[in-house]
C-alpha cells in the first residue's frame, strides 16, 4: 500500500530546501534482496542462535565454528543486489542536500546501490581484518580453507564486523549521533530498535525536536514512540518517500 505522505509535505518540502534528513536502515531492508535478517537467519544455526556466534568470545573458542557461519553469510551476501528500497534512498541522496544514511547492516547493498558516504555502525562482512595487525582485505572470492589466516603475518583473520560486546568506530557514531542531533527529518527502515546504542538515535533526533517516522511491515519497541508509521515493506514505501520529496 502507498503511503499518504500528503501531511508531511511541510518537512518534506524543507529537506529539499536543505534542512537535515537521517536514514537509519536495519537488516529489513535487505530481506527483499535475498537476506535474512540476522535473528532470522535459519533460527538455530548448527546448534547456536546466531548471536551466540557473534561475539569475540566465540570466536576464541571456537573460530572455525565462527568462520563457517560468516562464510555461509559472506556467500548470500556476495549473490545479492540491491532492492528497491536501497535504490530509493540512493535517489534521495540526490534530492535532499544534507541527507545522512546510517546502516546497522554489513552487507555494503547501500554502496553498491549508489549511496554516498554511508556510515556503517557495524562493519562490513565483504571486508575481513588481521587480528595481530589489525589490516583490512577485501577478498572477493570464498575462502578455500577456514579459518583463513593474514598472507602477510600468519595471524587469524577475522571478519571486519562489529560484534555484541565491541564498541562501534567512534569517528562513526560520533557523525551518526551528530547527525541525529541536528536532523530536521529521521526515518527509521526495517531495524527491530533493539540494538544499543543505535536504537537510541531516533529517540536523540525526537528529542532534538526531529520529525520521526519507522517504516517496518512489523510493531517495534519503538513504534509508539515515533510521529508516525508506515506499515509495509520499504522496497514499496522508500520508492513512494523518495517521489514525495521530488515532488515537494
Known amino acids: 500500500m502507498t503511503p499518504d505522505l500528503r501531511p508531511e509535505l ?5 529537506v529539499r530546501q536543505g534542512a537535515p534528513l537521517v536514514v537509519l536502515t536495519g537488516a529489513g531492508i ?6 535474512p535478517t540476522f535473528r532470522g537467519a535459519g533460527g538455530l544455526w548448527e546448534g547456536s542462535r546466531p548471536e551466540e556466534l557473534a561475539t569475540p568470545e566465540a570466536f576464541h573458542r571456537d573460530p ?8 555461509w553469510r559472506r556467500g548470500l ?9 536501497h535504490l530509493a534512498l540512493a535517489r534521495m541522496a540526490t534530492l535532499a542536500p544534507r541527507m545522512t544514511l546510517i546502516t546497522q547492516n554489513v552487507d555494503e547493498l547501500h554502496r553498491v546501490a549508489g ?8 562493519g562490513s562482512i565483504v ?13 572477493t ?6 579459518p583463513p589466516y593474514c598472507a602477510a603475518c600468519g595471524a587469524l583473520l577475522r571478519p571486519d564486523v562489529v560484534w555484541f560486546g565491541e564498541p562501534l568506530p567512534e569517528e562513526t557514531y560520533r557523525r551518526a549521533r551528530q547527525a541525529s542531533l541536528d536532523c530536521a527529518l529521521f526515518l527509521v527502515v526495517g531495524t527491530s530498535a533493539l540494538v544499543a546504542p543505535a536504537s537510541g538515535l531516533a529517540l536523540t533526533a525526537k528529542d532534538n525536536g526531529a520529525r520521526v517516522f519507522e517504516v517496518n511491515p512489523d510493531k517495534t519497541p519503538i513504534s509508539g514512540l515515533v510521529d508516525g508509521v508506515f506499515r509495509g515493506p520499504s522496497a ?3 520508492p513512494a518517500i523518495a517521489d514525495a520529496l521530488e515532488a515537494a
Open 10 to 14: 511541510p518537512v518534506l518540502s524543507a
Open 30 to 35: 535487505s530481506v527483499e534482496s535475498g537476506l
Open 64 to 71: 572455525l565454528k565462527v568462520w563457517r557461519f560468516y562464510e
Open 77 to 85: 551476501v556476495r549473490q545479492a543486489k540491491p532492492n528497491a528500497g
Open 115 to 122: 549511496s554516498p558516504d554511508v556510515l556503517e555502525l557495524h
Open 127 to 139: 571486508s575481513v581484518r588481521c587480528t595481530a595487525e589489525g589490516t583490512r582485505t577485501r577478498p
Open 141 to 146: 572470492e570464498p575462502f578455500t580453507e577456514l
Open 236 to 238: 514499496t514505501v522508500l
